[in-house]
């Protein structure tokens, strides 16, 4: 596939800092819409949800009403952190050889993903109105308004909407063509103003009907028409799929980083625990004496890395399905074991799954995740917060779209091939079941016991390893969150590790090596949103990959520096 380059060159200004809330999301028009809802007396539950649904018009390849979300909801009265898993599920009929051909053999990812099989009913809009009945102040209509006037006024495409279009043209259906594309059939130019009337309309009957009204009747009934009649890999759902659809109400997560305490989103999201082992088995090593700069430390995370990311491609899946052993892969002894695996002065020569207690004999099998998704971050007034992540998968999802709304893809997060070597993987596709996400909203409070950071990220498995490291930046190494994200990854998912291109992992590579790492050299696609709270003051962070920002409820707006050729993955 043909790389894109966007060039950047915006003046730097100072991360914005507020006694108001404060919105960190990917796209300004997104975060305008969360403030907006902010000064009109809204919780930051509701500036949230205000936030994805104008993400879902101006960002449409990367989230939606057609997909799934995980959100963090902190209450400020109670110190507590409550979950919702808005995660989408396969259809009733989908078995463990869902996405075998007519040959009997298991399709490629990339020949999964293209129409009605890959998608599954979505599950963003339950979560919205179960996290509004938790922590909403305002009226649900209310939150749907900024989106609406976005799609039926219109709206300038970003460059990065603009380079989306260009790699995925034919991935997208007629109805999504007819928006983003001249009659040439060529899609339109960075800065063209687009409506989207369908879209506002949709919105508007969800708004003054509710959720309900997406998930049966004659909605559900069009959905429901649109996957089982696709050209490609049609599929098998059912109206009582979507009816029958709930969020759940998931038990948080939660650790310790020396004096710091974590807490994300657990299973069906392999983020939370992933993110939670990677920091354990590193809290023996001086991160902070060693320094960003250091290549001893980058070592030390991908070795750390590799070990939970194999964890988590034997054990996580969706609890309500498999046995997951939380409690084993979070049990200090157990990463205590994991860690001694990992040496300074070297590198492991093979990296297999540990035996936690309660760990079930299975299999592991590599997913195939794509860069995807986005990420919010949001803080009111009052100090409650919400931490969001929300995709429809792959760059405009299955390529299908209902009222100009794209349709996940998100059932190809499953593991297509449901056993290997005589074992069941965790994550084999099953009737009602919720694929493994790498999705980590997370929070961290400070050694105050305070909420510190609420922290998130998009780009497939990479979100693992960005939200450690993002918390590792702030904890260890003293930088704000905007300093943290904007520092070079490097991703370890397995032997091979990955230095994000163009930063200053690039130096490090002849270390890296010395040490015995096998480093390849490439762009990563990573986006990252945060708010932090900092002497007692709220501010954030928005990815210089991106088009995000942060912006307060006074609508003061960091402008990101972005100089220089960055890699720009319209996936994300």
Known sequence: MKKLFLLFALVAAPVAASAQGVVSAADSRAAAAGTEILNAGGSATDAAIATMLALNVVEPQSAGIGGGAFLLQYDVKTGKIATVDGREAAPMAATDRWFYGPDGQPLSHMAAVPGGRSVGVPGTLRAMALAHQRGGKLPWARLFQPAIKLARDGFDISPRLGNALRSYGPHVDAGVRAIYYDAAGKPLPAGAHVRNTAQADLLERVAKLGPDS?????????????????????????????????????????????????????????????????LAQLERFDMAKLGKDNPVAWHLFAESSRLAY????????????????????????????????????????????????????????????????????????????AQVTTTIEGAFGSGL??????????????????????????????????????????????????????????GGSTIIAQVAKGIIGVVDWKLSAQDAIALGLLYAPGLTAYAEKGTQLDAMVPALQALGEKVQSAPLGLKMNAVERVNGRWTGGADPRSEGVVMDQQGHTTVITRVGAQPNRPSE
Do not use: W
């Open 214 to 278: 997406f998930y049966v009747g004659p909605q559900a009934e069009k959905l429901v028409a649109t996957v089982n009649g696709a050209a490609r890999n049609p599929s098998k759902m059912t109206t009582g799929d979507l009816a029958s659809y709930s969020a759940r109400d998931r038990p948080v997560l939660c650790g310790k980083y020396r004096a710091y305490k974590i807490c994300s989103m657990g299973p069906p999201s392999s983020g939370g625990v992933t993110v939670m082992m990677i």
């Open 310 to 385: 194999a964890d988590r491609d034997m054990y996580v899946g969706d609890p309500d399905y498999v046995q997951v052993p939380i409690a084993g892969l979070l049990d200090r002894k157990y990463l205590a074991g994991r860690s001694a695996l990992i040496h300074a002065d070297s590198t492991m020569a093979e990296v297999q799954a540990g035996l936690p207690a309660g760990a079930p004999k299975r299999i592991a099998v590599k997913p195939q995740e794509v860069p995807g998704t986005t990420s919010l971050s949001v803080v009111d007034k009052a100090g409650n917060v």
């Open 401 to 458: 779209s209902v009222d100009g709304t794209m349709l996940n893809n998100e059932l190809t997060d499953f593991d297509i091939v449901p056993e290997k070597d005589g074992y069941l993987v965790a994550n084999r596709v099953e009737g009602g079941k919720r694929p493994r996400s790498s999705m980590a909203p997370t929070i961290v409070y400070g050694p105050d016991g305070k909420v510190r950071l609420a922290i998130g990220a998009a």
